[in-house]
């Protein structure tokens, strides 16, 4: 039994309390929502033990000690959330070229400052597709190590891309040397960066597919790697146990993603209706991030974006949007994923009101950030809903987000791991 209690003091405007109580302990729900069917059950009393809900029924035990009663009977009880689509060490909300100036390890405190508000923001699970240096590897290992709060976190490491390609890097003239550290070419040069990134410990093999808003010089709509490579890329990941993430704008580069075996496509602007119908076909998930289209055509000038990726943002923002509603209606397979880091790190959840404005129910917009993430992950077993067996990743609202779904734009109180992070 632990009966520790840790104050972990953060920034000055975040005061992180993180309790551990002594166990079992008590969480009383006043209106605990069911992910998977929608039904909100009154009064309930979910039971923990060692970070696992180990029962959840509608009573407390006779004689319960009070103090290991955590009392949210007015809320609005739910699963964590999960973002499939972060960059926990990205911040184009400052200035756009800062990273050239700033060491690997400034960035990576930047990233442990991002996934403790990520945390506060409700979201238990980040996947994190794209960070140099292994930083998001770093980070991952010292959440799971207790030392610093933030997100359980599936990472990617460098995003494989071909040369001069929307996951290289691209800025600075010849004469720089400048490349990216997931550049890779060819079948056999894709497989030995996939095999290095599972080397230094990776969950997920993310790979530029196609052009992108943010690189310097690359066509949205334009295919990047073939199909020989991306084929090669999914069967090396897959054998080594790695799901695998296209970042895909244009609709060939999706169409080749999608035949080669990916578990997802980030992004996903331009589907056509062959595209919906291969990835209802084969079950890939679409992590459309299509919130931050706002963020960037308001914000982006100021922070420094320079022109030519603020018009490819206007290329590729409504007629994701419209993609967005025909994949929902076609019923394929959706998560929540927003690309944070584009805009300010915490807002994740400003993009469930733009999922029902484009045609999700609100239920839906939340098994997107619930369910449908923890199968994406493969982890269905231990996230995204709240189960007996389940890691405690509890969060609660002040009220019912199917009915107002920005509800969850204020979570007010997070647990992980049975450990309380806000209250
Ligand atoms: N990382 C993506 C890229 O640079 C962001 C795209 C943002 N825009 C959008 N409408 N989803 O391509």
Redesign the pocket.
Known sequence: MKTKIQLLLGGAMLCVVQLAYAEPIFIKAGHLLDVVTGKITNNQVITIDNGIIVNISNKLPDQTDLSKVIDLSDKFVMPGLMDMHTHVVNNLSKAFYDGYFQSPHRTTIGGIVNAEKTLLAGFTVIRNVGADNYQDVAIRNAINAGEIPGPRMAVSGPALGITGG?CDSNALNHSFKERGQGVANGPWGVREKVRENVKYQVDVIKFCATG????KGTK?GQRQYTQEEMNAIVDEAHTHGRTVAA?A?GTEGIEFAIKAGVDSIE?A?FLDKKTIRLAKKHGTFLS???Y??EY?LSEGKKNGVPQENIDK?KL??TR?RESFTAAVKAGVNMVLGT?AG?YPHGDNAKQFSRMTRFGMTPLQAVQSATINSAKLLKWQDKVGQLKKGFFADIIAVDGNPLEDITILENVTFVMKDGKVYKD
Do not use: A, L, P, R
């Open positions: 929307h992108g808003v943010f690189s949205v970042h704008h992004h602007s459309m991030d299509i931050n289209t960037t943002e590729v923002g994701q690309d584009i």
